[in-house]
């Protein structure tokens, strides 16, 4: 079946620590995102990728760095310099035109131990 | 900047019973707007997608409509269902202020439907 995939579901970081969440996709989309979602709040645009080789910093972007060497990978790493990181963290992939809906993978909980 | 809200912030309702879940933005300059269900723990799941140049989008029990110059959108959902408990977020289609770039999606914080057996 065609999707995204998140992984892991579950993280924990220590302090000092850089992490990084996984996010794959299979179903041949240019445009990639990451948000970030905290309890009561809306979702919000952490950094987004069009095409591979290239990623924009979206509202929330300092403490976090992506890649995207892969069409369908675009892997987000949690910096040390994220001084909250505990939060709910989504990944999503459309085809990057306005009007097709994003998809969205199952999200990764990452907590501070 | 584009801000949407979302009200109620959460509703509890008897099952059968039809109910309307709000969305306003506030930059009627958008692309589209798309409804999305939540269930706890997980992603979300796209339910409709409605054009600029669309007033509403069917599918199955969930209508939604859209009405862009005064910038809302309601999503009414008929004879509710215990399994239609979860949050229900509205997300609009905005170009980014730097007018270059991908279309970007600002989100309400959602309304936690509860229905009641």
């Known amino acids: 079946d065609g999707g995204i995939t998140q992984s892991p579901k579950y993280l924990f970081r220590k302090e000092g620590q850089n992490v990084t969440l996984s996010c794959e996709q299979n179903?041949?989309?240019?445009?990639m995102y990451w948000y970030r979602q905290d309890p009561g709040q809306g979702l919000r645009l952490i950094y987004y990728?069009?095409?591979?080789?290239?990623?924009q910093k979206g509202d929330i972007a300092e403490g976090y760095s992506v890649s995207r060497e892969k069409k369908e990978s675009f892997p987000l790493t949690v910096t040390s310099a994220q001084k909250n990181p505990t939060a709910f963290y989504l990944c999503?992939?459309?085809?990057?035109?306005?009007?097709?809906?994003?998809?969205f993978g199952d999200g990764t909980r990452l907590s501070i131990l | 900047k584009q801000e949407v809200t979302q009200i109620p912030a959460a509703l509890s309702v008897p099952e059968g019973e039809n109910l309307v879940l709000n969305c306003s933005f506030t930059?009627?300059?958008?692309?589209?707007l798309q409804w999305f269900r939540q269930d706890p723990g997980k992603g979300l799941t796209s339910l409709l997608l409605?054009?600029?140049?669309?007033r509403e989008q069917t599918s199955g029990r969930l209508n939604a409509s859209l009405d862009k110059s005064s910038g809302r959108s309601t999503l009414y959902i008929a004879a509710s269902q215990p399994g239609d408990s979860a949050t229900y977020l509205c997300?609009?289609?905005?170009?980014?202020?730097?007018?270059?770039?991908?279309?970007?999606?600002?989100f309400g914080k959602g309304t936690k439907l509860s229905v009641i057996p």
């Open positions: 999503a992939s459309s085809t990057g035109t306005a009007n097709q809906p994003q998809h």
């Open positions: 179903l041949n989309h240019d445009a």
């Open positions: 990728s069009q095409i591979v080789n290239d990623f």
């Open positions: 930059d009627s300059a958008i692309y589209n």
């Open positions: 409605i054009q600029s140049s669309q």
């Open positions: 997300a609009v289609y905005s170009v980014p202020h730097s007018g270059a770039g991908s279309y970007q999606l600002t």
